[in-house]
Every structure is written in C-alpha cells, then in structure tokens.
C-alpha cells in the first residue's frame, strides 16, 4: 500500500488530498464555534480548578512516597542474606510490586507538575501512561494479597486518571465542541455537518489510523468482548462435535475481557503500522497476543490458582500458556484486525447519535466496570473457599450464598482452581 492512497472508514481508497479535505472539513466546525464563542486555544485555555489541585497532590504524594520508598527497598535489601535468599514466587511479585510502586511515584511527580502548570496536552498523554502503570500496580496488589483495602488506593487513582484524562485530551475537548456546535443548529445545517464529521476518531497526526483516546479505545474493548467470545464459542462448538459450552469472563453478560483487553493491546501497538507491510503485521501480532495470553494465564494462576487452558504438548508451548497455533491464530486476528476490522468499528462507532455520544459510554462504562469488580470478588471468595477458610464477613456470606462453588465452576467451564499454585503472601 502506497503513501498516496489511505482506506476509508467505508474499506474504500481515498486519495491523500481527499483524506485531507475530509479532516478538514471534521475540525471546521470546532474551529467554527471556538471563533464563535471567542475561547482561547485548546493549550492556552486553562485546566479546571480541581484537575489543578488534584496535580497538586500527586506532585505532593509523589514527592512524600519516592524517596520513603527508596529508603525502605534499600533498608530492606541492606537486612537480607543474599546467599540464603529463595527466589519463590511470592518474593518475586514483592520485587515487581516495589519496583512498580516507585515508578506509580516518580510519574506522579511528572504528571502533578503538568497539571499544575496547565500543560493540557502533555498531561493527557501522561494520564494515559499512568493508566496502565497503575492498573499493573492494583493488580501485582491483587496477586500478592487479594481483594482487600489495600486496592483503594490504586482503584481511586484509576477513576481519577480516566477523569483527568477526558478532561485534558486536547482531540475529546474538540469532539465536546463539536458537540455543543451541533446543538444549536437547525436540523437542515446539523445534518448537513453530521455528514462532514465521520472521520472523528482519527489520528489527525497521520502517525496512526485512530486516535488512542479513552473513548476509541473503550469501545474497541467493549466491541471485542462480545465478537471474541462469539468465535471462542463458535470455535469450540465446531472442534468439539457441537458442544456448546460458557466461554464468558465475566459473571453477567456475553463478555469475554480477555479479547477485549487483546484487542486494545493490538490497536496500541499495531496503530502505527496500520498500513505496514502485511509480513510485519502478522509477525508483531503474534508475538504481541502470545505474549498476552501467557501474561494473563500467569496472573490468573499467580491471583487465584486458576487455570483456564492449558496446551501443555502443543506444538512450541510456552509453559503451557500459550502455543505456536495460537500464535499464528493471534498473527492473523492482529492483521484481520488493523486492515478489516478497526476501519469499519470506527465507522460504526461514529453511528452513535451526538447527543448520546457520552452518556451511553458512561453508562456502558459504569456496568461494565461493577461486573469486574463483581466478577474479581467472587473469584476471590472461591479462592477462599476452596482454600479451606470458612466465610467471615458480610461480603464473602453474600457471594457464598448467590455465587457458591457450584454457580462459578457452571458459569467459568473452562476454570479449575488450585490456591497450592497461587503466588498470595
């Protein structure tokens, strides 16, 4: 594919001045209604009040916790007997757990300080670093100790940063614009613009195919859950001689995380090849969704002893968690995916009405998000029950009694659990 020619959200050619006209007829009306309301430029206009206290405490916390922290590792370093020390499981997720603690640190520093001096653009690009750091921080808590308080912290900073995030990002800011532009005109001019507006998500950079916004990429996740668990499901049902079985990861709904999160990864890293040479695409996607996979076979085991496949004698196994053919399977999904696929979910994310263009995202937001939670805390109380310890408090009482053993091994087919394997202090 040549530099001159770029796919359209339709699959179709366009030219690159076509691309060009196209864009440039999506940020007229944002340029239109800025004029109008005479507001600065996006980086000049100045951050809300409470994202600018919020930067605040995290340049605080930072400050505080970075070098509390550094003095502790090497206090503790300083106390142990290297020649004695077993590398256990447990040791080495403490390890992990430290050394992404101070990372959650300095970047808090950085990302405080460019909240307060009201670098919108700089600071949503640092919120979307923070955002995975910091759910690798909640997890690597989770495998060590469970669900528990100590969650709270990494849970509220997460909410915190997805806030912040919408807030600062400069092409969200934009599309809000454009919004509120479209409210005040007559239905003949409003549909009129509608029809100048379907390249919105785009990487008007040019460096990708889609913006990596918050908003894209939430639904590229939530699109992936379901059509993912369709193919595993299909998949299975034609292999093993028509029998249907659960393939969902979450306690309600056809929703399978797994394919979303998978999803999510490739669209990140594959962005930039989008128009790459096919070879290239394929290769990167199987290594990127093999590595996945293990990742994700790994903490489920490391979290809750939970094993969910297992290919151990497959050809070119890894440990077990993932094999050659599913590489190669996860190589071509990459390429289906970047070349077929994200075009037309772009366009099809672009059907959703203006006017409920954020709410429906909230809320689909909120109840997927409640489901998680929900999901972890039963995984967690099964955990415990099969651990041998007796349910002691209200919550595990409850999923005891609405999501005992028999419920989670019927819903989660594919699951057996073993806490002898998990990586839990």
């Known amino acids: 594919m040549t530099n001159d020619m770029k796919p359209a959200d339709d699959g179709t050619m366009h030219s690159a001045d076509d691309l060009a006209r196209r864009v440039a007829d999506a ?10 309301e005479s507001t600065p430029s996006i980086d000049g206009r100045r951050l809300p009040l409470m994202a600018r206290i919020y930067g605040a405490l995290c340049l605080i916390v930072g400050l505080v916790t970075l070098p509390m922290l550094i003095m502790l590792i090497v206090d503790t370093v300083d106390g142990l007997d290297m020649a004695h020390i077993q590398p256990t499981l447990t040791f080495l997720l403490s390890c992990v757990h430290a050394l992404l603690l101070v990372a959650n640190s300095a970047a808090l520093i950085v990302f405080g300080i460019l909240l307060v001096r009201n670098r919108r653009r700089y600071a949503a690009r640092w919120a979307y670093a923070l955002i995975p750091l910091t759910l690798l921080e909640g997890l690597s808590n989770l495998e060590l100790y469970g669900l528990g308080p100590s969650l709270l912290v990494p849970f509220a900073q997460l909410v915190l940063l997805v806030v912040i995030s919408v807030v600062a990002d400069p092409t969200l800011r934009d599309e809000r614009r454009i919004q509120r532009a479209l409210r005040r005109m007559n239905e003949q001019d409003r549909l009129a613009a509608e029809a100048k507006i379907d390249m919105v998500g785009r990487d008007l950079t040019g460096r990708g195919y889609i913006a990596l916004d918050f908003f894209n990429l939430f639904w590229v996740f939530v699109v992936a859950c379901v059509v993912g668990l369709g193919i595993e499901t299909i ?7 028509g029998e249907w079985q659960d393939r969902a990861g979450l306690l309600y709904g056809p929703f399978s995380p797994i394919y979303g999160f998978g999803a999510v990864l490739l669209t990140v890293f594959l962005n930039r090849l989008w128009d790459s040479n096919p070879l290239l695409i394929f290769i990167a996607s199987a290594v990127i969704g093999g590595s996945f996979e293990f990742a994700v076979s790994w903490f489920m085991e490391t979290a809750f002893g939970i094993t969910a496949w297992d290919y151990t004698g497959q050809w070119l196994s890894v440990g077990g968690r ?27 994310i672009n059907r959703i009405p203006w006017k409920w263009r954020y709410s429906l995202t909230v809320a689909m937001f909120v109840l997927l998000f409640v489901d998680g939670v929900m999901t972890l805390m039963a995984l967690d109380c099964w955990y415990s029950r099969v651990s041998g310890l007796q349910p002691g408090s209200p919550v595990e009482l409850f999923f005891q009694r609405h999501y005992d053993d028999a419920y989670m091994q019927h819903r989660f087919q594919t699951m057996t659990i073993d806490p002898n ?3 839990r202090v």
């Open 27 to 36: 940020t007229a009306i944002a340029a239109t209604e800025a004029s109008l």
């Open 235 to 241: 998949y299975h049902f034609v292999m093993y001689g």
């Open 322 to 348: 993932t094999s050659g053919k599913y590489m190669l399977m996860w190589g071509l999904l990459g390429l289906v995916w970047i070349r077929l696929v994200l075009p037309r979910l772009l366009k099809l």
């Open 421 to 423: 394997v998990s990586g």
